[in-house]
């Protein structure tokens, strides 16, 4: 089994996380894991935070010589704004004391946790509160920061099994492409000529991380707009793993399905709302002759699909075809046009303050989900092939690519 916690908030000193249960001799460096922190940032449309982080990761225990050794990985990540913002004054976020003498927020915003959060742990009254900074700083996607750090050990040991995870966005608000048959093909070339890596490079070369510059230009006028009017924007991504064997998940126990885990992967991050495996929602108005790839032989005996509506995942279990989920995310919920509230020291209506936000981070959340995913990608491997060293493991899975007529790594 492995697992991972994050821990930190926003305008607090730092993000640590704990990486666990990894098999001992994967390939794997700070810089790894910092590539992926910076394509984080990716992205047009984020707010005045992007200009004060500088997201590079110190890892602290758990590697030797650029390997994994089998033991608990600690890796810790600095706020920058802890010490160069005014949300992140070191009084405000300080662990001790009394908090004599900082002023409380006290205006939930509609959309954020702050209120259903403030609620549940008693920040909306005394003595604790009114004041909502509790939720929001750890609510806050700050945390997807240290998520995909710790995701993206995993990642790296994917790719020293030639299995790579990429994304790109298929929407921002009003602009974008709904009808899988409109990118198909253009993706399907990259994964031929790359993977899923030549995907994810192709789309971090675009500010809204979409394979078409003529969609990325209009989308970036369209964030623009948004921005002049006061308003935010969500979006809709795909996420695509190659390289993956059949047989991992299960269809015995609701909670070993890989298609239930991969929408998990989605929506586990802030603000995402909506997850679908291969077609989804699409496949709930098609035929079944459109929608169930069928299913042929080659000349080496290797069992293959024309088509991948299924997203290849069948039954729970991955078939052997790219792994394809798309996520969507909501509008970013800090409006600079202010939205009705109550102010919860006074008990009286009031509309939201505006400090900074992002307009939107659809790119960004594209980007944390490749990690997530990766994730759960990693760990079901890791169910099926076991092994307390990376080598053990290696050998298992190319074991099965070699049964299945697949490449190996
Ligand atoms: C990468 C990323 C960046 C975000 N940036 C902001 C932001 O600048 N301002 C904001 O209000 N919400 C932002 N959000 C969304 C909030 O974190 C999210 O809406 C909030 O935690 C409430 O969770 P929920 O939307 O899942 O209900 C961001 C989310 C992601 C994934
Ligand atoms: C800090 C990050 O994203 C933040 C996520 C976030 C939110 O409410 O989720 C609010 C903003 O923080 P701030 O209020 O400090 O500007 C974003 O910048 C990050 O992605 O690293």
């Given at each position: 089994?492995?697992?991972?916690?994050?821990?930190?908030?926003?305008?607090?000193?730092?993000?640590?996380?704990?990486?666990?249960?990894?098999?001992?001799?994967?390939?794997?460096?700070?810089?790894?894991?910092?590539?992926?922190?910076?394509?984080?940032?990716?992205?047009?449309?984020?707010?005045?935070?992007?200009?004060?982080?500088?997201?590079?990761?110190?890892?602290?225990?758990?590697?030797?010589?650029?390997?994994?050794?089998?033991?608990?990985?600690?890796?810790?990540?600095?706020?920058?704004?802890?010490?160069?913002?005014?949300?992140?004054?070191?009084?405000?976020?300080?662990?001790?004391?009394?908090?004599?003498?900082?002023?409380?927020?006290?205006?939930?915003?509609?959309?954020?946790?702050?209120?259903?959060?403030?609620?549940?742990?008693?920040?909306?009254?005394?003595?604790?509160?009114?004041?909502?900074?509790?939720?929001?700083?750890?609510?806050?996607?700050?945390?997807?920061?240290?998520?995909?750090?710790?995701?993206?050990?995993?990642?790296?040991?994917?790719?020293?099994?030639?299995?790579?995870?990429?994304?790109?966005?298929?929407?921002?608000?009003?602009v974008g492409m709904d009808d899988p048959g409109l990118w198909r093909e253009?993706?399907?070339?990259?994964?031929?000529?790359?993977?899923?890596?030549?995907?994810?490079?192709?789309?971090?070369?675009?500010?809204?991380?979409?394979?078409?510059?003529?969609?990325?230009?209009?989308?970036?006028?369209?964030?623009?707009?948004?921005?002049?009017?006061?308003?935010?924007?969500?979006?809709?991504?795909?996420?695509?793993?190659?390289?993956?064997?059949?047989?991992?998940?299960?269809?015995?126990?609701?909670?070993?399905?890989?298609?239930?885990?991969?929408?998990?992967?989605?929506?586990?991050?802030?603000?995402?709302?909506?997850?679908?495996?291969?077609?989804?929602?699409?496949?709930?108005?098609?035929?079944?002759?459109?929608?169930?790839?069928?299913?042929?032989?080659?000349?080496?005996?290797?069992?293959?699909?024309?088509?991948?509506?299924?997203?290849?995942?069948?039954?729970?279990?991955?078939?052997?075809?790219?792994?394809?989920?798309?996520?969507?995310?909501?509008?970013?919920?800090?409006?600079?046009?202010?939205?009705?509230?109550?102010?919860?020291?006074?008990?009286?209506?009031?509309?939201?303050?505006?400090?900074?936000?992002?307009?939107?981070?659809?790119?960004?959340?594209?980007?944390?989900?490749?990690?997530?995913?990766?994730?759960?990608?990693?760990?079901?491997?890791?169910?099926?092939?076991?092994?307390?060293?990376?080598?053990?493991?290696?050998?298992?899975?190319?074991?099965?690519?070699?049964?299945?007529?697949?490449?190996?790594?």
């Amino acid at each position: 089994m492995i697992r991972y916690l994050t821990a930190g908030e926003s305008h607090g000193p730092a993000l640590v996380g704990i990486v666990e249960g990894m098999p001992a001799g994967v390939p794997v460096t700070a810089a790894d894991l910092d590539e992926h922190l910076s394509r984080r940032w990716l992205g047009f449309g984020r707010g005045g935070r992007a200009k004060i982080e500088r997201d590079k990761v110190s890892v602290l225990s758990g590697l030797r010589f650029s390997h994994t050794m089998g033991s608990p990985i600690a890796l810790h990540l600095a706020n920058a704004a802890f010490e160069k913002d005014r949300a992140g004054w070191p009084e405000v976020m300080a662990a001790g004391g009394t908090g004599e003498g900082v002023d409380g927020i006290t205006m939930p915003r509609p959309g954020h946790a702050d209120l259903a959060g403030a609620q549940k742990y008693g920040f909306d009254r005394a003595p604790h509160g009114p004041d909502v900074r509790p939720v929001i700083d750890r609510s806050s996607a700050r945390e997807t920061a240290m998520r995909v750090a710790c995701c993206s050990v995993a990642r790296q040991m994917l790719r020293a099994l030639g299995i790579e995870v990429g994304s790109h966005v298929l929407r921002i608000g009003e602009v974008g492409m709904d009808d899988p048959g409109l990118w198909r093909e253009g993706r399907d070339a990259l994964l031929a000529s790359g993977g899923a890596r030549a995907l994810y490079e192709a789309a971090d070369a675009s500010e809204t991380r979409m394979l078409d510059a003529d969609l990325t230009e209009r989308t970036i006028a369209h964030i623009k707009e948004a921005k002049a009017a006061g308003d935010t924007l969500g979006g809709v991504y795909e996420v695509i793993v190659t390289g993956v064997p059949p047989g991992l998940g299960s269809y015995v126990h609701w909670d070993r399905r890989l298609d239930g885990r991969l929408a998990q992967a989605i929506l586990s991050i802030q603000a995402q709302k909506a997850a679908e495996v291969g077609d989804g929602w699409a496949a709930g108005r098609t035929p079944g002759s459109e929608v169930h790839d069928p299913i042929s032989r080659d000349a080496r005996g290797a069992y293959r699909r024309e088509s991948n509506h299924a997203g290849g995942v069948e039954g729970g279990v991955s078939n052997g075809m790219p792994i394809v989920v798309r996520g969507a995310m909501k509008p970013i919920p800090t409006l600079i046009r202010p939205l009705a509230s109550v102010d919860l020291e006074t008990g009286e209506a009031q509309p939201t303050r505006y400090e900074r936000s992002d307009v939107t981070s659809v790119p960004a959340a594209s980007t944390v989900a490749e990690a997530t995913v990766a994730w759960t990608i990693a760990e079901a491997l890791v169910e099926r092939y076991g092994g307390d060293t990376f080598e053990d493991l290696r050998q298992r899975l190319d074991a099965d690519r070699e049964r299945f007529g697949m490449e190996r790594a």
